[in-house]
Nanobody
């Protein structure tokens, strides 16, 4: 069992930046691919970004490509999401997830954090 805790969310103006962190407990952190998902009110949870176990491979949703960067520090058991050029449409609860495969489907991730709210004002 892996426990994930997100932090770093908050209120930011459009065009600004925010850095989310996901701290993982347990000794098996490096065995999992990690991903970020988000859910806006009244909308489906959607894929944002994923990263391989080693951090050598990343993939992004088209909506955030070029603006967001996912990274991980296995020594610190932490995954990050650097969010630049934020738009009001980025407003959502952001969730960190871990799983054995590099996929975009939420159903494939057995471990989830509680989520952190990101609000982008215009």
């Amino acid at each position: 069992q892996v426990q994930l805790v997100e932090s770093g969310g908050g209120l930011v103006q459009a065009g600004g930046s925010l850095r989310l962190a996901c701290a993982a407990s347990g000794r098996t952190f490096i065995s999992y691919a990690m991903a970020w998902f988000r859910r806006a009110p009244g909308k489906e949870r959607e894929f944002v970004a994923r990263i391989s176990r080693s951090g050598g491979s990343t993939y992004y949703a088209d909506s955030v490509k070029g603006r967001f960067t996912i990274s991980r520090d296995n020594a610190k058991n932490t995954v990050y999401l650097q969010m630049n050029s934020l738009k009001p449409e980025d407003t959502a609860v952001y969730y960190c997830a871990g799983g054995p495969l590099q996929v975009a489907s939420p159903a494939a991730y057995p471990y989830w954090g509680q989520g952190t709210q990101v609000t982008v004002s215009s």
